[in-house]
């Protein structure tokens, strides 16, 4: 097997995003660009998005990364909003755009319509919640967009399933679709309902850091793996388990925790990289069985292709979001009042990705009579130009759409307010902890120890208290920004010290990564505090 052509992807995909970060445009775009820029270079290899290796082994890992650092409150109560877009919209979508491109295209069955419907109906919000969290979008928004890319792959298979069926010729019916769609998605939470517990024991039990690490990493496969295995959606199941164990993380060793959050982070980047490269990568596969469609027609498809799929999500987006307190006084009792620019957001930010090219790539060759698929090249050409043309149109005016609608930012100094609360809470239960703890005899310690626990305690419960006083006039640093700083100046005199007394032979090596481990620990709890 070449290696190298995964390396040169993997390497230039992750040169790229990180240069991404120094400029204004979000990461997902320049990857894109840059892999259309690269295609037709000489000597690059040819990249084809196989369904086989993105939908079981890119997609799991990249739902669990979104789904565990999501909040399972926060989506509760938003869950009607979600589910409005997540299911409700990704099937209107299939429906709207597969009639209309059985109108647009001649000769186009509406079966085969209906699949290229399901394929570009779900929404790849990664780009979107990127912009969201960049610019500043209020959080129920962010969350609504977060909520519906993790659950809206599940419908769009399921559809995909059902119009692939019957547009082979596999007599799929509405209620054996319905039926389907009801098993996948009952199937897959219960998965996930039924593997979330053990795992999260798993987790709480095994003591060795690397062990419950090599366990995290797994446990996105093995949930979407067995809920495949049972017929179910291993979307829905992943999610499940990821929302499960990520309300429960603190209950996780804190070891664990820190190496766990480093190793999820460098996955998710290089994958999320790795992918939007790979969409612009597949442009010489998608021309190069074109051939049978004029440049003028194909191009002409496209753009009302893309029009439609832009329009649909307005058509949806802005009934959902009123009607229903229109006709439900307990929507108007428990939920917030939707806004027109939180709509016009929502409806904007329906950017397609990887998803949707891994499925038109799927779309079998033949029907069960052994002749071709009715316009195979057409609708994985449509697929292709709907998520470029979202991505690039709607991803760079999101930003600037954000910023014209002039959201109400949060206000730092009422967050700050809040945590310092939090935090004094906490610190007053610790300390009055620590007295009853002192009182018992078999918890004796010199009083300068005793002290030491104190101090630690005030100097957490102060520390918030401290970003809102004022600032050294000559620095600008807060009393806080500079204890953080000192105590970072001095982790780095001592670790520069270790490392001059390994040089002299006076401390192993194996003695010398354990100091540093210690101090990197400390250090990474005063970046803690900072961030």
């Keep these: 097997m070449d290696v190298m052509p995964l390396l040169l992807l993997v390497a230039g995909s992750t040169a790229v995003a990180g240069a991404a970060r120094r400029t204004p445009v979000p990461a997902p775009l320049l990857l ?11 000597g690059v290899p040819a990249y084809t998005l196989e369904p086989g290796v993105v939908l079981p082994l890119l997609l799991p890992p990249l739902l669990y990364t979104s789904a565990i650092d999501s ?18 919209y990704v099937l209107f979508a299939t429906f709207a755009v597969g009639w209309a491109a059985y109108l647009i295209v001649p000769g186009l069955p509406l079966t085969a319509a209906l699949v290229l419907g399901a394929v570009v109906a779900p929404p790849d919000a990664v780009a979107a919640t990127a912009v969201a969290r960049r610019v500043g979008l209020p959080s129920r928004i962010t969350t609504i967009l977060q909520g519906e890319s993790l659950l809206n792959d ?12 019957a547009a082979v010729g596999e007599g799929a019916t509405w209620a054996g679709g319905i039926e389907e769609f009801l098993v996948a998605a009952v199937g897959g939470v219960g998965v996930g309902l039924v593997l979330m517990a053990p795992l999260h024991w798993l987790r709480t039990h095994l003591k060795e850091p690397l062990l419950q690490n090599t366990l995290s990493l797994l446990i996105p496969f093995v949930a979407y793996g067995v809920a495949e295995q049972l017929h179910a959606s291993g979307v829905l199941a992943v999610v499940t388990v990821a929302l499960y164990l990520g309300h429960r993380a603190w209950e996780v060793d804190f070891a664990t925790r820190l190496q766990e959050e480093a190793v999820w982070k460098m996955v998710a980047f290089v994958l999320e990289s790795s992918v939007f490269a790979l969409i612009g990568l597949q442009l010489p596969v998608v021309l190069k069985g074109l051939r049978a469609h004029a440049g003028a027609e194909a191009a002409w498809y496209a753009v009302a292709v893309f029009l439609v799929v832009v329009a649909t999500r307005f058509v949806w987006v802005y009934p959902a979001a009123f009607l229903p307190r229109l006709l439900s006084r307990r929507v108007r009792a428990r939920e917030e009042n939707p806004t027109w620019r939180g709509a016009m957001v929502t409806a904007w930010a329906g950017m397609r990705g ?3 090219l891994a499925i038109a ?7 069960h009579d052994g002749e071709p698929f009715p316009r195979h090249s057409l ?18 005016t999101l930003p600037p759409l954000i910023r014209l609608l002039r959201f109400p930012g949060r206000s730092a100094q009422v967050e700050t307010l809040a945590e310092a609360n939090a935090q004094a809470q906490a610190s007053r239960a610790a300390e009055q902890r620590l007295e009853e703890l002192l009182q018992d005899e078999r918890n004796a310690l010199p009083r300068p120890l005793a002290d030491r626990l104190r101090t630690v305690l005030e100097r957490r419960r ?3 208290w401290e970003r809102l006083g004022q600032v050294n006039p000559v620095t600008g640093e807060s009393v806080d920004d500079t204890y953080r700083r000192l105590s970072r100046e001095m982790i780095s005199t001592e670790r520069e010290v270790f490392v001059r007394l390994r040089d002299g032979r006076y401390i192993d090596d194996e003695m010398l990564r354990t100091l540093l481990r210690r101090l990197d620990l400390e250090e990474a709890a005063a970046y803690r505090e900072a961030a």
Excluded: C, E, W
């Excluded at 894109?32 to 000489?42: E, H």
């Excluded at 449509?382 to 149109?393: E, M």
């Design 354 to 356: 990887v998803v949707s």
């Design 361 to 367: 790539f799927s779309i079998p060759a033949t029907l």
């Design 379 to 396: 609708l994985l050409f449509l697929t292709f130009t709907t998520v470029i043309g979202t991505l690039v149109v709607q991803g760079l």
């Design 462 to 464: 102060n520390s918030v």
């Design 32 to 42: 894109v660009a840059a892999g259309l820029a690269v295609s037709y270079v000489p």
């Design 154 to 165: 599940a419908t769009a298979i399921t559809a995909y399933k059902v119009a692939v069926a």
């Design 71 to 88: 909040s399972y409150l926060d989506l509760r109560a938003q869950l009607r909003p979600v589910a409005l877009l997540s299911v409700g």
